[in-house]
């Protein structure tokens, strides 16, 4: 069933240009909403230059006149006079409004000034008044080869081809809150005419992800109470000890808690469930490494799975070592193995003879069949959402499941989006490390800041570089384009510089970011790509632009990349904006502390901010912005099941019990 290619336009090369943006079916159409919006404001007439974007309001001055070309191209003209000054415009093929620019009218121009021909090649005309000062502008995530105007087509088609579209809200809930109709919604979330009728329409869909979210948590939770009929494991303390005893460092007390609770659990007859929290570079991966010990001693499969290609590779390579002394066999699989391996991978792993695969979540999809699965440990787990948290249980027989993340949250909002887990927290840093020092400076401090660049490299230490955009935008926001060149000039002549952003194929994304692994690289200039997970020792700065566009948890993921050895590391926030925020940054590198900030923070967000991605695989919802709406929202979820409505809710039953393959 392959609906897109019911919508008119989109044939085998658009399809891959969506699927690039995650869009495979009518549904992900609709919901594929504007990242952010513009708020367009009324231009400041005599302060324009040659071809910048204009929205102006004046009456039409002249009886338009249309010249149409070959085909079905026209292009009309006529005088506006504005309170500044008689202008010209031109808007193409709208030749149909002719009929509405009667003399006097009164209208708001919006289109691309040329200054030299005093005229404005117009995108838009509008009629009705638009409020003092703005009109909004969608803007969406998009592709190369992919306009926003194709893709807005597109997902109107998508609108109109889909005559039923579920509202998953309750009518008792919707009513309670006066909520708008699920359709008109979607509506006004890809063409937003007033600022009001957008928060309402973002209400409602936030409302109705969060409450099917905490919908199925709550069934997740409920079914875990069934779930005590896994398989005890036995636990070998003394092959145990003797291994950590081998271990290159001694690990630190909250490492052996958790080991212990781990430990509790797969002794007992009841399936791991459990979430172990704990801020980059707290030592997780050896926790998991010793749950994958005693599946192992107890002829149990694992896999570990991981968000990118990238740290697959070096969780392997860090798995290895540790394993070094001991006859397990572990492999790595990911896209870039080799067919004829990845057949022998998967031959090996249905016969038993691979006790632990290491690769990103593709591992654990349909094709591939274990012998005998016992543990599944995901890293990132954030960055998957509620449905693959069910699904992996259903995986093994009764496999133990144990989620690893470094983006700690505190205890009480754990509790709610986590509910159907166990947390384990682990707040202690491996000893020898030494606190990163956080430095805030002025972008007119420059000078100090690339002194500083230079005194780690001359140490042979390795730089990392964010900005928060790729390109020169609309914005003056720094760029990896342009700083890249900058660094060129700088420290090009005895330094290696690399370039990293999300837009790279990610084939050229791996090579590159293995050449900083390896150390062929010496500034890696980037945008947030490089957050999750990656593990280069020799790196010591971590230099980030414009900091003030990111959350402070995102800097706290960031600033975690450097420090991960007995090396002094630095972080350096350029900003000068939202400095109060930032400065919390220099004083603390506790992640539950940062992030009870964040949290506290919250929903200072505005309406038209930028939504951050990754988390939990939301489409609308934030998280940390939504927090009250996501607190409602369990409430209700709570109502709903303990008056066992689900019954009377098939649709929602069925999306909530569907989404989930639990014997
Ligand atoms: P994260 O929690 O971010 O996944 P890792 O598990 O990757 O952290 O650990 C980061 C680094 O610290 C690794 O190189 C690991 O070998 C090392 N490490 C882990 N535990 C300790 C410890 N107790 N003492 C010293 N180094 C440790
Ligand atoms: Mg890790």
Redesign the pocket.
């Known amino acids: 069933m392959d609906y897109l290619n019911l919508i008119k336009g989109i044939g085998p090369k658009t399809k891959t240009y969506l699927e690039k943006l995650g869009i495979y079916n009518v549904n992900d159409l609709i919901t594929h909403y504007p990242f952010r919006y513009e708020v367009l404001k009324r231009s400041d007439f005599f302060n324009l230059n040659q071809g910048d974007k204009i929205i102006i309001d004046g009456l039409v001055d002249s009886v338009p006149s249309i010249f149409r070309f070959k085909g079905k191209m026209n292009k009309m003209s006529f005088r506006l006079r504005t309170k500044e000054a008689i202008i010209n415009v031109i808007i193409f093929n709208r030749a149909f409004l002719k009929n509405h620019l009667t003399i006097n009218k009164e209208i708001t121009v919006i289109g691309k000034w040329d200054l030299l021909k005093n005229t404005v090649v117009a995108s838009d005309i509008i009629f009705e008044g638009i409020g003092d000062s703005v009109k909004i502008e969608s803007v969406y995530h998009t592709t190369s080869g992919l306009s926003k105007k194709q893709l807005l087509r597109f997902i109107d088609d998508a609108l109109k081809l889909n005559p039923k579209i579920i509202d998953y809200i309750p009518a008792p809930i919707a009513l309670k809150y006066n909520f708008i109709e699920k359709r008109e919604a979607l509506n006004i979330i890809h063409h937003p005419t007033k600022a009001e009728d957008v928060k309402k329409a973002m209400l409602r869909l936030k409302y109705e992800e969060l409450f099917m979210f905490m919908l199925k948590v709550k069934f997740l939770k409920s079914k875990k109470k069934n779930l005590n009929q896994g398989y005890s494991k036995e636990i070998d303390m003394e092959k145990i000890n003797s291994f950590i005893e081998n271990l ?5 007390q909250d ?1 052996l808690t958790a080991i212990d609770e781990i430990i509790e659990d797969l002794s007992s007859k009841k399936v791991m469930n459990r979430l172990l929290q ?10 998991a490494v010793i749950a994958m010990y005693i599946m192992y001693l107890n002829h149990y499969q694992s896999a570990l799975m991981v968000p990118t290609e990238i740290l697959a590779k070096q969780h392997y390579a ?1 798995i290895k070592k ?1 394993f070094k002394d001991i006859d397990i066999n572990v492999e790595l699989l990911i896209s870039a193995t080799p067919k004829k391996e990845k057949e022998k991978i998967y031959e090996e792993l249905e016969q038993g003879r691979i006790d632990l695969i290491v690769g990103t979540h593709a591992i654990i999809q349909d094709n591939v069949s274990f012998s005998n699965l016992g543990l599944v440990v995901t ?1 990132e787990q954030h960055r998957f959402g509620v449905n693959q948290r069910g699904n992996l249980r259903s995986k093994g027989k009764q496999a133990d499941i144990l989620y ?1 993340s ?1 983006t700690p949250i505190p205890r009480t909002y754990a509790l709610t989006i986590y509910g159907d887990m166990d947390i384990t927290n ?1 707040k202690t840093m ?4 030494k606190e990163i020092i956080t430095y805030l400076k002025h972008p007119n401090e420059i000078k100090d800041v690339l002194t500083m660049i230079k005194s780690e490299l001359d140490m042979h230490h390795q730089i990392y570089v964010v900005a928060p955009l790729i390109e020169e935008g609309e914005s003056d926001l720094e760029n990896v384009n342009k700083l890249t060149r900058q660094f060129e000039l700088a420290f090009g002549k005895k330094y290696k510089i690399g370039m990293l952003h999300g837009k790279m194929p990610s084939v050229e994304k791996t090579k590159i970011m293995n050449e900083y692994a390896s150390g062929n690289i010496d500034i890696l200039i980037s945008t947030t790509v490089i957050e999750v ?1 990656v ?1 280069v ?1 020799n790196a010591t700065m971590m230099v980030i632009f414009d900091a003030q566009k990111f959350g402070l948890s995102t800097l706290h993921q960031l600033r ?1 990349r450097v420090g ?1 050895s007995d090396l002094q590391s630095y972080c350096i926030l350029i900003s000068d904006k939202d400095t109060a925020r930032l400065k919390i940054m220099t004083e603390t590198t506790d992640g539950f502390e940062i992030s009870e900030e964040d949290f506290k923070l919250r929903g200072q967000g505005d309406l038209f901010g930028v939504r951050q991605s990754g988390d939990m695989t939301f489409k609308i919802a934030d998280l940390k912005k939504d927090y009250k709406i996501l607190m409602q929202a369990k409430k209700d979820a709570e109502t709903f099941m303990e008056h066992n409505m689900m019954d009377d809710f098939p649709e929602i039953k069925k999306e909530v019990e569907g989404s989930f393959d639990l014997d």
């Open positions: 290159p460092f001694k690990l630190t490492q704990g801020d980059v570079g707290s030592g997780k991966t050896v926790v860090n540790l890293d690893m470094a682990i491996p000893m020898n490390r997970g593990d020792k975690g991960r």
